[in-house]
Structures are given as C-alpha cells and as structure tokens.
C-alpha cells in the first residue's frame, strides 16, 4: 500500500511567517512521529503521537512549535513565527505499534528567507 | 543522556572491497539499534536491526556491548551500496524515541 505522505514537499517562506506541514500516515499504523533535520546533522525527534494517548512534546525546541493529529489519521506541525534557523527537513514517521519500525515520509524542506 | 556517534561524514572504497561504518553509542540501559539508510532521491528506510540479527543487502551489524558499537559492515561492496548511512538508538525509558547518528556518507567506486 502506500506509504508516509508529506506535503508540501518544499516550502519557501518570509521569516514571521506561520507554516503548517501535513503528513499522512499509513492506513493502521497507531504511532506517528516527528523530526526535523537540520543540514548536515542527524535527525531530531520532535513530537510522538500514539493513538488517543496524550503526544509526547519533549522534543519541540520552542512554544512556537505545535502539532495535533485526529485520531489515528492525519497530523499537522505548526511553526508559527518561523525563524531562520528553523531552516530545516521535517521528517514524519509512523509505525503499526510504537515497538515496529518507524517508516518515514521524503519530508517537507522548509526554507525561512 | 542517549547519544549516538558516526566518526566517519564520508567514506569512500572501491567495488569488491569490504566496507565498515562505524558507530558508537552512550546509553546506560539496554539499547535497541538500527541501522537507517537512505539511496539518492528515495526515502529514509531501515536497513537491519540489531534484535534480528540478519543480513540485509549483504550488510550485517553486532551490537558490542562492551564497546558500545553497533558497526555495519559488508564483505564485498557494490556501487548500487551507494547512500548516506545513518546509525540510530532506542531507548532511554521509552520504546519509540530514535536518537540518529549523524549520518555517513559511502561512496563506492567503480
């Protein structure tokens, strides 16, 4: 079946700006992840969602950082007044219980002009 | 704090050599280590796991505990083997969390 989808793939935008990126996870995979890759490092965890279960924020480097997901679907990250340093690839992942393999999305490439 | 360490940005052999990747961790508990690899223009996709213990693509991976490495390696490698490799740890009192590596990047000649 189909895999992790993000959109947008890339995105350009003003510095200030709010951003939000999507990712669709596979059909019954209950845990859902984020990361964000910063250029020429490895990945950083960001937010965990797992089912109906209250998401695991730890990872967020700043308040204005959020993320929601419906249920077992969707999910979006917000980035409100994006900075330049928020430069980066936001990676989303998903998994069928929270102890399977991570299957990851091509990611969003967020540039902040 | 769970770390995990790639010395190596780039390495470089030719077709038919063996081939090594090194990473190391720091983690106090029992970990559980992957190995993440992504080819040009494709997605990050795993590549082995260390609980099952199999060979992928002809790589294969020990977790030494009292060394705490997790190497890949590869007796023969071919140009198709070509990717950024990226070592990753779970752990740390959750079983989801991933800790990456920062990546190294094999290039294999013809």
């Known amino acids: 079946g189909a895999g992790v989808s993000q959109s947008p793939s890339n995105k350009v935008t003003e510095k200030g700006k709010d951003v939000e990126l999507r990712c669709d996870p596979i059909?019954?995979?209950?845990?859902l992840y984020w990361y964000r890759q910063r250029l020429g490092q490895g990945l950083e965890f960001l937010i965990y969602?797992?089912?109906?279960?209250?998401?695991?924020k730890s990872g967020l480097p700043s308040d204005r950082f959020s993320a929601e997901r419906t249920g077992e679907s969707v999910s979006t990250l917000t980035i409100q007044r994006t900075q330049q340093e928020d430069s980066a690839v936001y990676l989303c992942a998903s998994s069928l219980t929270n102890d399977q393999p991570q299957h990851f999305g091509d990611g969003t490439r967020l540039s902040i002009l | 704090a769970q770390r995990v360490t790639q010395p190596e940005k780039l390495l470089s052999v030719f077709k038919g050599a063996p081939v090594e990747l090194k990473c190391n961790y720091s983690y106090s508990g029992s970990p559980e280590l992957f190995w993440y690899v992504q080819y040009s223009r494709q997605r990050l996709q795993l590549l082995l796991r260390?609980?099952s213990r199999e060979s992928i693509k002809g790589f294969t991976a020990d977790l030494n505990k009292g060394e705490t490495s997790f190497h890949l390696k590869k007796p023969f490698a071919q140009e198709e083997d070509s990717a950024m490799y990226y070592c990753?740890?779970?752990?740390?009192?959750?079983?989801?969390?991933?800790?990456f590596g920062k990546g190294t990047l094999l290039t294999v000649n013809p």
């Open positions: 969602f797992q089912g109906n279960s209250a998401p695991d």
């Open positions: 059909s019954g995979h209950t845990a």
């Open positions: 260390h609980i």
């Open positions: 990753a740890l779970k752990g740390g009192g959750s079983n989801y969390k991933l800790t």
